[in-house]
């Protein structure tokens, strides 16, 4: 049982490194795992494949911590209780907070408090922080204000222990119960692990490495940083926090009587294809740096006024380089560190200059198109047919209607105050209705039955239905009965088209 240390200084070649091993090593006999963060999963997988080329496979794969934590529970027969996931947790927490309302200080049921409590609750499980801590911590403080929050959220968490423990498991407790079950399996002995593309690792993490460091045949781990010995200027070292990591993989291995093998240093860059980056990338954060001293090719600098023009002088250089020399759209990359604060700029100069662009942002899920759709169909039930939530309705686009009949229908309802139960009740016979213009007249009372007809309908359905899944499943069939996922993909087709028409024109 051994532990080894593959680092290196940024793109000199770790994961290479690692998959060309893999590669060398895919016959020894061992059973290879390569352990990454979830975000890389797909990526290491793609590079496994990539690597091996026409060799089997099947001695090779990739896991993440959480898809070896539910391996092993299904193993030893851990998987019976239910996973509690965000939504279910902040159900949970706002039930404690209601019960506990009078009785605590500083947290009330507010959606902020509620996502600070799932969030310091995440942070206690990675961590390690159990009740039994906090209530030490506690009596040990002298600071009477931090005390009252301490006993705040140690109230809440307790309550929230208790709840899960018989029928739930919080996912964030998935790691430490993998960290006590691995040695009660023997999926990992005698195996080969590599840890790659880690920045640091949780306690949780530590005591898994620490596990499988007792088991397996070998397991590497591969860091950022141009040295394993400890940092002589923590201020001025860019691999500071990486070097606080060795240095708790060595005390671990020590801890443990866990061979070290030598460790392994790629001091070659391969990332960085020219000199300028080469350089910058040992000097942007060295104190002394050293100056480049020839003249930058690669590198330039464009010094703008403000974030307007900063925006345009890049989408003016994309379509040089798109026209000029040779380059594709989708070859070129902007990046920034403010996305909130440039993404709507870039999509109005970028739409400007003709420039197709993807941003990489997160959007909320109630921006979704079909989420919209089924909020405003619940919403119109909830606030009794109102006229925000039947227009809500009709705006998100899947009914057979076009923009001019919208408007129309709108001014019609404003007119004569079509609300509440005058959507569904009788037919629209108004006094003063123009004779000259009874064929709009009647469009729009077609249009009227178009919208509340198949409603009234989905509601007689779920009368009597009480449980989600029963809703659920009668939901799905309304979308299905009207169609939307056909009227989905004619959405998708038509961005696409536009798309496609955009990219012709610029190019």
């Known amino acids: 049982m051994a532990l080894r240390l593959i680092y290196g200084r940024s793109g000199s070649g770790k994961s290479s490194f690692v998959f060309d091993e893999i590669k060398e090593r895919i016959d020894c006999g061992s059973k290879i795992y390569v352990i990454t963060p979830e975000q890389f999963s797909f990526t290491a997988e793609k590079k496994l494949l990539e690597t091996l080329e026409n060799s089997a496979v099947l001695n090779a ?3 993440t911590f959480n898809r070896m934590a539910y391996r092993v529970a299904s193993e030893v027969g851990g998987t019976a209780k239910i996973s509690i996931s965000n939504p279910g947790k902040a159900m949970l927490i706002y039930n404690i907070l209601c019960g ?12 902020e408090n509620i996502d600070l409590i799932i969030e310091q609750i995440t942070e206690f499980k990675k961590h390690g922080v159990l009740v039994d801590d906090l209530k030490k911590m506690m ?5 009477n204000y931090l005390k009252l929050k301490i006993k705040d959220i140690l109230q809440v968490y ?14 964030n407790d998935n790691l430490t119960n993998l960290a006590n079950q ?4 023997s999926i990992f002995d005698n195996t080969l692990i590599y840890i790659d593309e880690f920045v640091g690792f949780t306690k949780q993490e530590y005591e898994i490495i620490r596990q499988l460091s007792r088991v397996a045949k ?15 200027s923590p201020e001025s070292d860019v691999f500071y926090s990486n070097k606080i990591t060795i240095s708790r993989i060595l005390e671990m291995v020590e801890e443990d009587e866990i061979a070290l093998e030598e460790p392994v240093f790629l001091k070659n860059c391969y990332r960085f294809k020219n000199k300028e980056l080469q350089h910058l990338e040992k000097n942007l954060y060295a104190i002394p740096y050293k100056k480049y001293e020839e003249n930058p090719e690669n590198i330039k600098l464009f010094l703008a006024n403000n974030q307007y023009s900063e925006i345009e002088n890049v989408a003016i250089n994309i379509v040089k380089l798109v026209r000029n020399h040779g380059y594709r759209y989708k070859d070129i990359a902007v990046i920034t560190k403010s996305l909130d604060i440039y993404s709507n700029l870039v999509k109005v100069i970028f739409n400007k200059y003709q420039i197709p662009v993807f941003i990489d942002e997160k959007k909320d899920l109630s921006q979704n198109i079909i989420v919209k759709y089924i909020l405003a169909i619940l919403e119109i039930f909830a606030r009794n047919w109102s006229y925000e939530a039947v227009f809500n309705y009709v705006k998100t686009g899947f009914l057979d209607i076009t923009r001019q009949e919208l408007f ?3 001014n019609y309802c404003q007119k004569w105050g079509i609300k509440n139960n005058k959507w569904y009740k009788a037919e629209w016979n108004f006094k003063d209705e123009d004779d000259n213009n009874k064929a709009q007249i009647e469009r729009l009372r077609e249009i009227r039955r178009m919208i509340v007809n198949p409603l009234l309908k989905f509601k007689e359905d779920l009368n009597g239905a009480k449980d989600v899944k029963t809703i659920t499943k009668k939901l799905y069939d309304f979308l299905i ?6 009227k989905l993909e004619e959405k998708i087709e038509e961005f696409k088209d536009a798309r496609k028409s955009r990219i012709s024109n610029a190019i």
């Open 158 to 171: 307790g309550d929230f222990e208790k709840c899960i423990e018989d029928h739930y498991i919080d996912e």
């Open 100 to 111: 506990k309302k009078s009785k605590l200080k500083f947290l009330g049921k507010s959606e």
């Open 61 to 63: 794969e990739v896991l």
């Open 182 to 185: 691995l040695s009660s399996v």
């Open 218 to 232: 070998q397991v590497n781990i591969s860091i950022c940083s141009d040295s394993i010995e400890d940092s002589v």
């Open 139 to 143: 009596e040990e403080t002298e600071d």
């Open 481 to 486: 009965k009207n169609e939307i996922d056909r």
């Open 408 to 410: 129309e229908l709108e």
